[in-house]
């Protein structure tokens, strides 16, 4: 069955550290990926998204993902947190040509003053 | 402003008693869907719609009906609340235009005593 890991559920850092939350996925056709942010009490918001190209995506609020078709994986990385990070992120998979959106359980990341 | 809007936004209801909770969107999107989000779960979908009159079930069904009269809306159903449906829904809609990106309503919290 299609699946989505996120393998830290919980991350708490100090402020200025860097950040990478790792994503994989099981699904041996091409995909679209993405990270949406949830931050407390509200709705899911986008990050990034990969359709194809340069698998190295840039988005919102200076975050970053790697797509590494071979690892099926999809991290996502921040050079510097702050504490409006503080947040929970989740990984999705989208099977290209189909309606389907796989999500992972999510991280929750605390980023301390 | 392009939005998915949902209401109610919170709910305390008992068990057995009919609810619906709306999902609209001014986007002009085809597809729509309906998610449940549970602490650890992460996200799952519950239903979702690629067009008028066409819908399907997503990997939680179960308790839950759905219709799409009309492109803009996309009504959850809950004919007969149990407490194990107490959970946090999602509506998200999308173009039909592939590849692209979920937009999410701002969430419905459900309470069933």
């Known amino acids: 069955a299609q699946s989505v890991s996120q393998h830290n559920h919980h991350v708490i850092l100090s402020e200025a550290a860097s950040l990478e939350l790792g994503c994989n996925y099981s699904?041996?056709?091409?995909?679209?990926l993405f990270w949406y942010v949830q931050y407390p009490g509200q709705h899911l918001q986008l990050l990034l998204k990969?359709?194809?190209?340069?698998?190295l995506v840039k988005g919102i609020k200076g975050f970053e993902a790697e797509f590494i078709k071979s690892k099926f994986s999809f991290n996502l990385r921040k050079p510097s947190v702050q504490w409006s990070d503080t947040a929970e992120y989740f990984c999705?998979?989208?099977?290209?040509?189909?309606?389907?959106?796989?999500f992972g359980t999510g991280t929750r990341l605390k980023v301390l003053a | 402003e392009a939005q998915v809007t949902q209401n109610p936004r919170y709910l305390i209801t008992v068990t057995g008693k009919k609810l619906t909770v709306t999902c609209s969107q001014n986007?002009?999107?085809?597809?729509m869907s309906w998610y449940r989000q549970d602490p650890g779960l992460g996200l799952r979908q519950i239903y979702y719609?690629?067009?008028?009159?066409?819908?399907d079930k997503g990997d939680v069904p179960e308790g839950y009906k759905v219709s799409r009269k009309e492109k803009r809306n996309f009504p959850l159903i809950l004919e007969s609340p149990s407490p194990n449906q107490t959970s946090l829904y999602f509506c998200?809609?999308?173009?039909?235009?592939?590849?692209?990106?979920?937009?999410f309503g701002e969430g419905s919290r459900l309470t069933v005593l």
């Open positions: 998200a809609s999308r173009s039909g235009r592939a590849p692209g990106e979920l937009f």
């Open positions: 699904y041996g056709g091409t995909v679209n």
């Open positions: 990969y359709f194809s190209g340069d698998p």
């Open positions: 999705a998979v989208n099977p290209s040509g189909t309606y389907k959106y796989i």
């Open positions: 986007m002009n999107h085809e597809y």
């Open positions: 719609s690629m067009n008028v009159e066409v819908t």
